[in-house]
Each structure stands twice: as structure tokens, then as C-alpha cells.
């Protein structure tokens, strides 16, 4: 082994998170894009993925934490990032200072970002969420109505650069609750001001012309997830693959068994490769014995527990001419989709790819 030697990487494919941008503008046109870079990119690193999608164009972004704001803005100083968290008494100072836009949640959040505008003697911008359904951020009915009857006194100060809501359903398009979801938020924005509205996400955006409005956010489809899994087929590009190295090949006999707590009993004897990946990196310990990787576009399974650093895949079918220790298998990537590996494991695609550890490097790539 030598200094360049990597257990396991992330390549992540800039031009493909780029292209399903693309897409995402051609299905929402004329309705403008944000970019969803939250946690890190999604996992995907947000300090690359940003930029990248600032040279298509993209000018508005929409983060989690203040933190994740300040840290993108010297990146791309002339874009709008909104703030989902909204604003708290000791965050509105760095709101300010590094030009981020707070999405508000509520009354006291209104209240602190007018008082912060009087405070800096000059007007702010703010977003407005409202709560259609999802019991979670944004104003509900009570303190929308409150608004309502006095937002000239309560937005004093303050200029309202977007309405927004979110969809709790949005990945399943039969699902009646999107319809009165769109229902709500129709009515919430005819009680406020007129403002740019926003509702749909990746998969609110494979909804209809009704979802759309003015601004749409995609996140899990820009890094390749399925926006509607079960919906056909993905129409996303594979932005990232996983892959690990082969550690140690071994031939194992009938009645052998393999990892820990000996779940898996070999039925034959087969050829065994440890692999140095495991949930330490963020591979999920319930694909022990049902998860599938690839080697050179040939799928092979996951035997034996995941342990924290090695699991182990049976490669028996591989020609022992055509495999080596050192060679990469494949667990994301064009062979094994993203979506694929999340419903094996019992989980979503946003799971997977924010759980994948620092411990893997990441790669970055311009090509789709």
C-alpha cells in the first residue's frame, strides 16, 4: 500500500447533480429552481455542490442551519440563501452580517427578525412558512389568522421575499393529503400579502403545474434519489457511487460460517471477499445478509453481519482470473441504485446518503 491508498470513496458526479438540475428546470419552467444543499449537500459536500450549481445558473439556496449558511456564503456571495430554521434571539447578528434570509416559523420569529430590522435601522428580508398539514415548522391556523388581521403592524419593517410551505406526502403521488395541502396553502396566501410562493420539493414537482407556483426545491433528486419511488422508473442521474476495497479473498467450504453472531451458513463452497466498508462509514447494518453489491457490473450479495469495518460479499461467481485483492466493489452507483440500497435497508434515500461517514473520502468529478 502506498500514501494514496483510499479503504473506500465517494465519487460524487458534479455533472450529473448539474444535469438533474437541468431537468428539474425543464419540468418547472417558469417557475425558478433553488437548490436544496442542506446537511452537507446531502451528504454529498455542499462547499462543491453549491458552486456547481451556481454556474447554472442557480441564485437561490436553501439551507438547514445558520452554520451551513455562513459557511457557503463566501462561496456563492451573490446567491440568496434562505435559512429553514428561521431566526432565534442570539441568531439574528450573523443573519444579518453574512446576508442569509431566515425562513419564519412563527409569530416570536416575525417578532425577532422586525426587531432586528429596527435594530439594524433598515429593511430585512424575510420568508413566511405556514404549516398546511405537516404539524412540524411554520405558522399553523391561530397565528396565520393573527397575521392576517394585522401583517402591515407585525411586517413592519420587514420585506416579504417568500411564502412557502411544505408537502408531507409529495413522494406519493396518489395520496389525497397533497391535494389538501395545496388547498391550505392557496388559502394561507390569499390572507398575506402578495409574495413569490414556493411548495414543491423533488418530489412535489412530479405533481403537476398546480404545485409549482413560483419557486420549487428540489434536494434528493439533485444527488440521483427517486423523487417518487414506485412511480416508474428514476428519472434521475446517478450523481454519486460508493465503492471499498477488496481486503482478503478467501475460499470457504459447505457448513461454514460467516461473521458475527454466525447468521449466514454457506449452503456450497464459495469465494468470499472482505471488503473494508461497514456501518463505521454508514452502510447499514440491516443489510447484513440481504444487501447487494457489484463487482465490474456483475452484482454480488452481502453475506454475514456488516460489522463496523468489513462486511463481506459472496463473489463465488466472479473468475477467480478476473478478481484481486485491492479491486473496488461497487454498493452505489449505476449497478446498485441509491434507491435500491435504501429499500433493502428498511430506509430512504436521504438517510443513506446523509449517514455516509467523513471516514470516506469524496471525489469529485464534472462528468454525468
Given at each position: 500500500m502506498n500514501g494514496d491508498f483510499e479503504a473506500a470513496r465517494l465519487t460524487v458526479r458534479l455533472g450529473a447533480i448539474a444535469a438533474n438540475y437541468r431537468h428539474f428546470q425543464r419540468l418547472a419552467a417558469p417557475a425558478a429552481v433553488a437548490g436544496v444543499v442542506k446537511a452537507d449537500g446531502y451528504g454529498m459536500g455542499a462547499a462543491m455542490v453549491a458552486p456547481r450549481l451556481a454556474a447554472e445558473g442557480c441564485d437561490t439556496f436553501f439551507v438547514a442551519r445558520a452554520e451551513e449558511g455562513i459557511a457557503l456564503r463566501?462561496?456563492?456571495?451573490?446567491?440568496?440563501i434562505f435559512v429553514m430554521d428561521g431566526v432565534l434571539p442570539d441568531a439574528a447578528p450573523p443573519l444579518i452580517a453574512h446576508r442569509l434570509t431566515p425562513v419564519l416559523n412563527s409569530l416570536a420569529q416575525i417578532a425577532i427578525w422586525a426587531a432586528a430590522a429596527r435594530g439594524a435601522g433598515r429593511g430585512l428580508d424575510a420568508a413566511i412558512h405556514v404549516d398546511t398539514g405537516m404539524n412540524r415548522l411554520g405558522l399553523g391556523e391561530a397565528e396565520l389568522s393573527e397575521l392576517a388581521a394585522s401583517w402591515r403592524k407585525q411586517l413592519a419593517g420587514l420585506e416579504l421575499v417568500l411564502i412557502m410551505s411544505h408537502?408531507?406526502?409529495?413522494?406519493?403521488?396518489?395520496?389525497?393529503?397533497n391535494h389538501e395541502q395545496l388547498g391550505r396553502f392557496r388559502t394561507a396566501l390569499a390572507m398575506l400579502p402578495p409574495a413569490p410562493a414556493s411548495l414543491a420539493s423533488s418530489g412535489g414537482i412530479l405533481l403537476g403545474r398546480d404545485y409549482l407556483f413560483d419557486l420549487v426545491r428540489p434536494g434528493i433528486g439533485l444527488y440521483g434519489g427517486h423523487p417518487q419511488p414506485g412511480a416508474g422508473d428514476n428519472p434521475m442521474q446517478t450523481a454519486c457511487v460508493l465503492t471499498a476495497r477488496i481486503l482478503q479473498l478467501r475460499r470457504i467450504d459447505k457448513g461454514d460460517c460467516v461473521g458475527y453472531a454466525a447468521t449466514f451458513?454457506?449452503?456450497?463452497?464459495?469465494m468470499l471477499a472482505t471488503v473494508a466498508l461497514g456501518y463505521a462509514d454508514g452502510v447499514r447494518r440491516a443489510l447484513s445478509n440481504k444487501g447487494m453489491a457489484a463487482f465490474a457490473g456483475s452484482r454480488v450479495p452481502i453475506v454475514g453481519r456488516v460489522s463496523m469495518d468489513l462486511l463481506m460479499v459472496?463473489?463465488?461467481?466472479?473468475p477467480s482470473s478476473q478478481i484481486k485483492v485491492g479491486d473496488a466493489v461497487e454498493f452505489i452507483g449505476d449497478t446498485v441504485s441509491l434507491d435500491e440500497m435504501a429499500e433493502t435497508a428498511g430506509t430512504n434515500t436521504y438517510e443513506i446518503l446523509t449517514g455516509l461517514s467523513k471516514r470516506v473520502p469524496r471525489h469529485y468529478g464534472d462528468g454525468a
Amino acid at each position: 500500500m502506498n500514501g494514496d491508498f483510499e479503504a473506500a470513496r465517494l465519487t460524487v458526479r458534479l455533472g450529473a447533480i448539474a444535469a438533474n438540475y437541468r431537468h428539474f428546470q425543464r419540468l418547472a419552467a417558469p417557475a425558478a429552481v433553488a437548490g436544496v444543499v442542506k446537511a452537507d449537500g446531502y451528504g454529498m459536500g455542499a462547499a462543491m455542490v453549491a458552486p456547481r450549481l451556481a454556474a447554472e445558473g442557480c441564485d437561490t439556496f436553501f439551507v438547514a442551519r445558520a452554520e451551513e449558511g455562513i459557511a457557503l456564503r463566501p462561496l456563492i456571495p451573490k446567491a440568496r440563501i434562505f435559512v429553514m430554521d428561521g431566526v432565534l434571539p442570539d441568531a439574528a447578528p450573523p443573519l444579518i452580517a453574512h446576508r442569509l434570509t431566515p425562513v419564519l416559523n412563527s409569530l416570536a420569529q416575525i417578532a425577532i427578525w422586525a426587531a432586528a430590522a429596527r435594530g439594524a435601522g433598515r429593511g430585512l428580508d424575510a420568508a413566511i412558512h405556514v404549516d398546511t398539514g405537516m404539524n412540524r415548522l411554520g405558522l399553523g391556523e391561530a397565528e396565520l389568522s393573527e397575521l392576517a388581521a394585522s401583517w402591515r403592524k407585525q411586517l413592519a419593517g420587514l420585506e416579504l421575499v417568500l411564502i412557502m410551505s411544505h408537502l408531507a406526502a409529495a413522494d406519493e403521488p396518489k395520496v389525497k393529503r397533497n391535494h389538501e395541502q395545496l388547498g391550505r396553502f392557496r388559502t394561507a396566501l390569499a390572507m398575506l400579502p402578495p409574495a413569490p410562493a414556493s411548495l414543491a420539493s423533488s418530489g412535489g414537482i412530479l405533481l403537476g403545474r398546480d404545485y409549482l407556483f413560483d419557486l420549487v426545491r428540489p434536494g434528493i433528486g439533485l444527488y440521483g434519489g427517486h423523487p417518487q419511488p414506485g412511480a416508474g422508473d428514476n428519472p434521475m442521474q446517478t450523481a454519486c457511487v460508493l465503492t471499498a476495497r477488496i481486503l482478503q479473498l478467501r475460499r470457504i467450504d459447505k457448513g461454514d460460517c460467516v461473521g458475527y453472531a454466525a447468521t449466514f451458513r454457506a449452503k456450497r463452497p464459495m469465494m468470499l471477499a472482505t471488503v473494508a466498508l461497514g456501518y463505521a462509514d454508514g452502510v447499514r447494518r440491516a443489510l447484513s445478509n440481504k444487501g447487494m453489491a457489484a463487482f465490474a457490473g456483475s452484482r454480488v450479495p452481502i453475506v454475514g453481519r456488516v460489522s463496523m469495518d468489513l462486511l463481506m460479499v459472496d463473489v463465488s461467481a466472479i473468475p477467480s482470473s478476473q478478481i484481486k485483492v485491492g479491486d473496488a466493489v461497487e454498493f452505489i452507483g449505476d449497478t446498485v441504485s441509491l434507491d435500491e440500497m435504501a429499500e433493502t435497508a428498511g430506509t430512504n434515500t436521504y438517510e443513506i446518503l446523509t449517514g455516509l461517514s467523513k471516514r470516506v473520502p469524496r471525489h469529485y468529478g464534472d462528468g454525468a
